[in-house]
């Protein structure tokens, strides 16, 4: 592999970092926990997993990120036990979960409504699956106290469920589920009832939770920002069928299709004309940025019902250049069409010269720039100098 | 601000004044005057307006109304035991087996009972159990009897049997109701925290029902404690309710201080143990969100 393309800026994804900790140990070597081996799944004639291949490793963190109805939290209820299959094998921990009905899973489950049972105390609720543990009813009560002093809950085990904030409730459903110390942790959508603050607190939370207890994390959600924040891995997954599977920055920097890339953040998607190649690169005609070669590295497939190939770039991977400026890259020229001020940063949507060239209609890109105290804004109508690399470009074909 | 209430309570009265009227007419009217009735003194067919307190000594001085209002709440408590235990089931399958489509039909169906007169219904269960009713006459024909079955009719037994039926639907809907408040993560999550469907039944849904069994508890048991027609057709007047009693005392005897006593013994009675068993199960009627 080619050297990965370098984003002239960091991405806009200002929790990736706050939450990015120390490195830790490379998850290779480690043996699998959930195995899913052509996993087929009907319900009626809708075919909702259509053979699911993968392999989760222990003490991972790992999502299924995909748009409603992709099969994604079927497949997390099948890992649970709540939902047979049709065809394929479940293995967790090595032994194969057909036949092993949900209680007896070596799973446990954080459930969309957190499903606290109402009529329950906070202690009552974290302690419910300690029924058949044979330690003494003081030791399950230090048990009780130290899950909730895990989740940041000290002292709220006397109080009534129902009482509970949104927040508290996602808690109690952890401890809840972390005291059953399970191999396998299932959240399905946990962070999706949160407002936005709480949810990216309880996002870095996550992580260093599943850091301590080291415990696997299969997270479902159809936040690609989530996904990209927390995981290890990461499957994207459409129709019941897994699109891609790769670690943040791979999906993020070389989605495996159009589709991917068009689901994982914002990308540019200009139509492009295939020149020629050779072993290491492919030359494509784009209209606005001429003449460029994609490293080999840098090819995707398109999917089924594209026009035709196209190239796509994250609107951070381009430049405005300053007048006069110098730039390592390529430049091209182009007119400021829309300008969209977010704060820390802008959205500028550039027609580029010649972008008209394909089909006779301009096509924009938006290039997304930090902003810098003292620095102007450009306005709309502003011409400017945009500075990219071809390394950064991604080839649909 | 208080304008603007005090505008919106008069409108609010005006709203249900016809309701309200109609209400104390007919419901708080007669009941004061049978409390007024039950401390004045019987002067035999009038009635002395001097207070007294004898009607309720007498009340339960006597044995026989001790008896009947003991064999009342027998009879009440064995209804309700019988409906209740019949209805969860019933609740349970429409909540949880039939598919939500269909769900309505089951309950139009469930109703159909009310659709005729407690009394033709009541009248129906002598005709099945009578002495020659539809099951002794079926068991001779198949000759399964030579003579017919004497206890099927005009006993406690049969009596629980019609009122059993009789508030069947009274009892199935709260509890259905109550069923499907239920949230179905709950009963994932405890299967996830490692019971089996019997412990999660007793762990989550029972529990989680309990509002509905407990309003379905006292939908059948207040009523039946005062049914007055079972026991005169089905009972065969041998085995008398307090209603009976109140009956008897009101209009055969004409003693209705006497009457009026006997029945707000009954309501208190009545009263005083459906507030004990709200209190006993005071737990599972906590306000939840």
Redesign the interface.
């Known amino acids: 592999m080619t050297a990965a393309p370098q984003p002239l800026q960091p991405p806009v994804q200002p929790t990736a970092h706050a939450s990015r900790g120390p490195a830790r140990p490379p998850l290779d070597g480690r043996k699998a926990m959930i195995e899913c081996r052509g996993v087929q799944k009907y319900y009626g004639d809708y075919h909702a997993l259509r053979g699911i291949d993968l392999t989760i490793r222990e003490g991972e963190f790992f999502s299924l990120l995909g748009p409603s109805g992709c099969g994604k939290t079927t497949l997390l209820r099948t890992i649970?036990?709540?939902e047979g299959i049709d065809g394929g094998v479940v293995l967790v921990d090595g032994r194969d979960m057909a036949n092993v009905?949900?209680?007896?899973r070596p799973?446990?489950?954080v459930?969309?409504?957190y499903?606290i049972?109402?009529?329950l105390t906070v202690a009552e609720n974290v302690g419910?699956?300690l029924?058949?543990d044979p330690r003494s009813r003081a030791e399950k009560a230090a048990a009780v106290e130290d899950a909730l002093g895990m989740v940041g809950l000290k002292g709220y085990g006397g109080r009534?469920a129902?009482?509970l904030s949104g927040g508290q409730r996602q808690r109690v459903a952890l401890a809840?589920?972390l005291i059953?110390k399970p191999k396998v942790l299932l959240l399905d959508e946990p962070l999706s009832a949160l407002d936005r603050k709480m949810r990216e607190q309880m996002q870095v939370e996550l992580i260093k939770l599943q850091r301590q207890v080291g415990i696997t994390f299969v997270l479902v959600t159809h936040d690609q920002e989530e996904a990209l924040v927390m995981s290890d891995r990461i499957a994207v997954m459409f129709e019941g069928e897994i699109a891609q599977l790769d670690g943040p920055e791979a999906l993020y920097a070389r989605p495996a299709s159009r589709r991917v890339a068009d689901f994982i953040g914002v990308m540019n998607f200009t139509p492009a004309r295939i020149m020629g190649g050779g072993a290491d690169h492919v030359t494509v005609a784009v209209p606005g940025f001429g003449t460029v070669d994609i490293p080999a590295a840098n090819v995707s497939r398109a999917d089924r019902g594209d026009a035709g190939p196209s190239i796509g770039f994250r609107p951070e991977a381009a430049t405005l250049l300053p007048a006069g400026a110098e730039a390592p890259g390529r430049v091209t020229e182009g007119v400021i069409d829309e300008v969209v001020y977010y704060g820390d940063m802008t959205y500028y949507d550039v027609i580029m010269d010649g972008s008209d060239a394909y089909d006779g209609v301009p096509h924009e890109v938006r290039i997304s720039m930090r902003n810098v105290f003292g620095r102007e804004v450009p306005d709309v109508g502003t011409r400017v100098r945009v500075s990219w690399s071809p390394g950064s470009l991604v080839l649909f074909r | 601000m208080a304008t603007a209430n005090s505008t919106e309570t008069g409108q609010g009265l005006r709203l249900i004044a016809p309701p309200l009227l109609y209400a104390i007419l007919m419901l708080a009217v007669p009941l004061l005057t049978i409390l007024a009735y039950s401390f004045f003194k019987d002067g035999y067919l009038t009635i002395v307006r001097e207070f007294t307190l004898e009607n309720y000594r007498a009340t339960w001085a006597d044995p026989i109304f001790r008896t009947i209002l003991a064999r009342s709440l027998m009879v009440a408590a064995m209804v309700t035991a019988v409906t209740v235990l019949m209805a969860f089931p019933v609740a349970y399958f429409l909540s949880f087996v039939v598919a939500p489509q269909r769900k309505a039909l089951w309950i139009f169906l469930i109703t159909i009972p009310f659709w005729t007169s407690y009394l033709v219904r009541v009248f129906l269960w002598k005709v099945i159990l009578g002495f020659n009713g539809v099951i002794n006459s079926g068991l001779k024909t198949i000759g399964l009897i030579d003579e017919p079955l004497k206890f099927l009719l005009y006993n406690t037994g049969s009596i629980v049997m019609t009122l059993s039926h009789s508030y069947a639907p009274f009892a199935i809907l709260p509890i259905y109701v109550a069923l499907e408040k239920i949230d179905r993560s709950l009963l994932e999550a405890g299967r996830d925290l490692g019971e089996s469907r019997l412990m999660t039944f007793w762990r989550v849904t029972l529990p989680l029902a309990m509002p509905g069994v407990v309003a379905a508890v006292l939908i059948v048991f207040i009523p039946t404690i005062g049914d007055y027609v079972t026991p005169t057709v089905i009972g065969g007047g041998k085995i008398p309710m307090v209603a009976n009693l109140i009956q008897a005392q009101m209009l055969d005897i004409d003693n209705k201080p006497l009457g009026s006593a006997i029945a707000i013994s009954a309501m208190a009675v009545v009263a005083v143990l459906s507030l004990l068993f709200l209190f006993l199960n005071r737990r599972f009627l906590r306000v939840r969100a």
């Open positions: 649970a036990g709540f009905p949900a209680n007896v799973t446990n489950m459930f969309q409504s499903a049972f109402p009529h419910f699956g029924r058949r009534a129902h009482a809840r589920a059953l």
